[in-house]
Structure formats: structure tokens, C-alpha cells
């Protein structure tokens, strides 16, 4: 334990929360030794330079029993390759998981320095998707839908469905994750339909659509072949399923995107897998990531619909997605600053999951103006189907550009009314208090998860739940 080590600007700094059957001191040097240059015991070939130059720092420990807490350690730019992201993967977020040890490990936070940020490229970005869709000057949040059901529908009945959607609103319609090219609905055959859906309704409502089309594939060949027919057919955006593929193939996949200034839909299908629990890693680090590697709308969770997420922690995220200076406390799990790069540029935040027209004030509290508003069943289970869901979505999206409420707006919108009678209405107001509570208890929390571990965090998230 070195507390008076401070990092520097070229240091890494990553917050953890540890438990195990040493003591937590114990615990806190072997996690930094084991992701660094130590082994399980002292070794002849150790020497000063390598101490002094690539060790890790664990600089502060905030002990909630003898054998837990959170732990902050350090590790020096030159320990990394400033090229590989996989390197430092397997360093930081690596073997430590497997240690006997070790009962507990949850890797909350990490701060990448600026210089590291330099290898990455970051998105084409959030505003020029909104010039792109002509949203620019109204900054309304943009509204999609994923074409529901999941898998089962022919490319007819998909593009029918994306026509009648894009034609009565929308500004985007997309794939779901598990949808590639299964038998009964081909790849080729859906995107070409998909694209004469899409045109006539641009044609109609003299606004540009999007579509999120999926190439994600365990062959990157044709991973490549779908992106150069998608470009050279002049559809937009391209939808990667991010976590299920890996980054390496993602990053491969955007940079090829950008060549043709295509932009990328990241689906995060999997992620909770290491995020939710006491083991594994944060979304907010994926989010980080993601960002620097270019990918230009990101699914971040939504406070209000049916993925795990309390209103002050999907907010974090949004603002990870959109600010390129982000604070946080240990209450919220994310250390007290993190920046990126100037050269990186804001991507657009992606709430999906369990949405509906009915929770867009939510929304708004949580992610401000700057957001793409996804509904699937909320779209499709309208009461008179996708057409009147679409109408309504885009009228909950107005209503966010225009500043009014969506029961004034429901007044001239019958299908957002119906909507709102329907799956019911979280007043923008209720999630605004959650978020003010939140904040003005922060020092309160934080002392509580400083004494009580990550345990009071979760119960926190737990406990904002603006559903219900
Ligand atoms: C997603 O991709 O986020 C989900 O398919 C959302 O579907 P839903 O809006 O029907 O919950």
C-alpha cells in the first residue's frame, strides 16, 4: 500500500471492490501485483528498473471489514502496449478473477489516460447523425422502433412492418440482436426490402430515415461483405451486436464503417452477463470503450423500462456517452473524474428496453435532449398496431422538442392518448425527484457505500425505482 502515491495524468486509475479470505491489504497487493509484474512470491529476476516503471500502485483502501472493500489502484502508462486494447485487457481485467482468494471482485471504474486515447479514432459521431436524420435545430430525442417479434417474420413482412413505422414517424428502424440471416428471413433479401421501405417513406415524409441493419457474424469475411452490399446499396448505418462479438472484431468493424462514413449501432447483448452481481466488470467501462473505438449509438439502459438501471446510474452512462468531462461518486460507482480525449466525439445514447411513449418525460430527466428512444413492444403493441405506435412515439419525441408535457401533447396526438391509457405515464416529475434525492443525499450515500460496501450500492439502485 503506497498512500502517498498520487497519480499522474499518464496513470491509469481503476476502482475496484474486492472481498476474500485475506485480509483486505492483502487482497488489494495481490490484485495489483497479480494484473501487473508480481507473481505469488519473490522472484530472482525482479529488478529496480521494472519495479520502479511498471508496478502497480495501490494508493487507497477504504475498508468496509478486515477482508473487504474498495480499493484504487494505479498502473503506469508504459505497462501497456498503446496500440492493443487486449493487452490491457488481459492485464487489468484479467487473471485477477481467478484468483483462490478472492470471493468477490467487482471492477467499478477506469480512468484511461489522454495519451492512451490517442490510438482510437472515436465516433463520426452524435451530431452528425442529427444533421444526417435533419434533427439538428429541433434537438428532439430520435424515436425508433426494433421490429418485433424478435426473430420469425419473412423479409415481406419485416419491410411491411418497417414502412409502415418510417412512414408515420420514425426515424429509425433496426434488427434485434438476434436477428442476422436465418432461414426465413435472408439477410440480402430483408435489407433490400428493407431499403424500398425506407425510400418511399422518405420520399413521403421528405425526411431521411435510418436503418440499424445487423451484420453481426462469427465470420468476419462476411461480416464484410454485408458492410461493403450496405454501402454500396447507400443504407447508412450498420448495427454490431458489440459485446457478443468482441473487440477486436468490433473495432475492425467500425473502422471499416467510418471508412465509408457509415455510422455504427451498438447492440450490448450480453454485457450484464459481467456487470450485474459482485463479480465482473461495470457497463460504464464497456461504455468507455466503446466510445473510443468509434461506435456512434450505443445502447446504455434506460432508468424507466425493463433493463436493470436506476435513473442516477443510466444517467452516468448517458453522460459517458455524450460529456467528455464526467463525475461521479463511489454511490453511483464511478470515480470522481473521468475525460476524454478532446478528439473524441460524443456518441448518441440509445435507451431501449421496455419502452413506450409513456415514459419519455422519464427519459428526458435522464439523458436531457441528446438521446435515440427505441420501443419494440411499445411500437407494435399499440392498441391499433405499428402504424398508431410509431404516430405515437414521434408525438412523445415532439413534445420533448417542444417543450410541452405529453398530456398537453396527447390532446392533438389520439394515439399517444391511447398509449398513455394503455401502458400508463411516468410524469416527468417523478424521475426528476429521484434524481434531485439522489443528488442532494450523495454525501449521505457515499459515507453508507464507504461503510457498507458494494452491497448498499446495489440496494440503492434497487431502491430508485421509478416504476413502480
Ligand atoms: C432491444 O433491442 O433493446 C430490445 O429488443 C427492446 O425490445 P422492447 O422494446 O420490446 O423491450
Known amino acids: 500500500m503506497e498512500p502517498k502515491y498520487k497519480p499522474g495524468k499518464d496513470d491509469f486509475v481503476v476502482l475496484l471492490w474486492a472481498k476474500g479470505t485475506m485480509n483486505i491489504e492483502q487482497l488489494a497487493e495481490g490484485i495489483a501485483a497479480e494484473s501487473s509484474v508480481g507473481t505469488f512470491t519473490k522472484i530472482k529476476t525482479m529488478n529496480e528498473r521494472i519495479f520502479k516503471h511498471y508496478r502497480a500502485h495501490v494508493f487507497e483502501i477504504i475498508k468496509t471489514s478486515d477482508n473487504s472493500g474498495f480499493i484504487k489502484i494505479a498502473y503506469p502508462l508504459e505497462h501497456f502496449d498503446q496500440k492493443n486494447v487486449i493487452q490491457f485487457c488481459a492485464s487489468v481485467l484479467g487473471n485477477i478473477y ?5 470471493e468477490e471482485l467487482y471492477i467499478m471504474d477506469i480512468s484511461f489516460p489522454e495519451k492512451y486515447q490517442k490510438q482510437f479514432k472515436g465516433p463520426i459521431g452524435l451530431e452528425a447523425i442529427r444533421k444526417y436524420v435533419g434533427t439538428e435545430k429541433s434537438r428532439r430525442p430520435h424515436c425508433g422502433t426494433i421490429v418485433k417479434p424478435k426473430v420469425g417474420l419473412t423479409p415481406t413482412e419485416f419491410a411491411d412492418v418497417a414502412y409502415k413505422v418510417l412512414s408515420n414517424g420514425l426515424d429509425l428502424v433496426k434488427d434485434d440482436e438476434n436477428l442476422v440471416d436465418q432461414d426465413f428471413c435472408r439477410w440480402r433479401d430483408r435489407t433490400d426490402l428493407v431499403n424500398k421501405a425506407m425510400n418511399r417513406a422518405e420520399l413521403e415524409t421528405g425526411e431521411k430515415k435510418l436503418y440499424c441493419c445487423n451484420i453481426s457474424d462469427s465470420s468476419i469475411e462476411r461480416m464484410e461483405k454485408r458492410l461493403d452490399y450496405l454501402h454500396s446499396h447507400g443504407l447508412k448505418m450498420v448495427m454490431l451486436d458489440v459485446f457478443v462479438l468482441g473487440m477486436p472484431a468490433t473495432m475492425h468493424m467500425v473502422n471499416l464503417a467510418h471508412r465509408y462514413r457509415m455510422f455504427t449501432h451498438a447492440h450490448r447483448a450480453g454485457y450484464a452477463a459481467l456487470h450485474r452481481g459482485n463479480y465482473g466488470y461495470n457497463f460504464g ?13 450505443l445502447h ?26 464526467i463525475r461521479a461518486s463511489i454511490a453511483e460507482g464511478g470515480l470522481e473524474l473521468s475525460k476524454f480525449d478532446k478528439s473524441i466525439a460524443p456518441l448518441m445514447p440509445v435507451a431501449s428496453g421496455g419502452l413506450h411513449a409513456g415514459l419519455t418525460e422519464g427519459l428526458f430527466e435522464i439523458f436531457g435532449n441528446d438521446f435515440t428512444m427505441q420501443a419494440g413492444g411499445g411500437v407494435h403493441g399499440h392498441p391499433r398496431g405499428s402504424e398508431a405506435g410509431a404516430k405515437a412515439l414521434r408525438a412523445a419525441s415532439d413534445a420533448i422538442g417542444e417543450g410541452i408535457t405529453l398530456e398537453e401533447k396527447a390532446k392533438s396526438s389520439k394515439e399517444l392518448a391511447e398509449v398513455l391509457k394503455k401502458f400508463g405515464y411516468i410524469k416527468g416529475y417523478k424521475v426528476k425527484t429521484m434524481l434531485n434525492i439522489f443528488d442532494e443525499n450523495r454525501a449521505l450515500f457515499d459515507s453508507t457505500v464507504r461503510k457498507q460496501g458494494l452491497d448498499a450500492l446495489r440496494l440503492f439502485d434497487k431502491s430508485f425505482d421509478a416504476r413502480e
Not at 481467478?98 to 478472492?102: A, V
Not at 467501462?285 to 449509438?297: C, E, H, N
Not at 443510466?314 to 455524450?322: G, H, K
Open 98 to 102: 481467478g484468483l483462490l482468494e478472492i
Open 285 to 297: 467501462i464497456l461504455a468507455k470503450f466503446y466510445r473510443m473505438f468509434g461506435l456512434d449509438q
Open 300 to 325: 446504455v439502459g434506460t432508468g424507466v423500462g425493463k433493463m436493470d438501471g436506476a435513473p442516477h446510474t443510466i444517467r452516468r452512462f448517458a453522460r459517458l456517452a455524450t460529456n467528455n468531462e
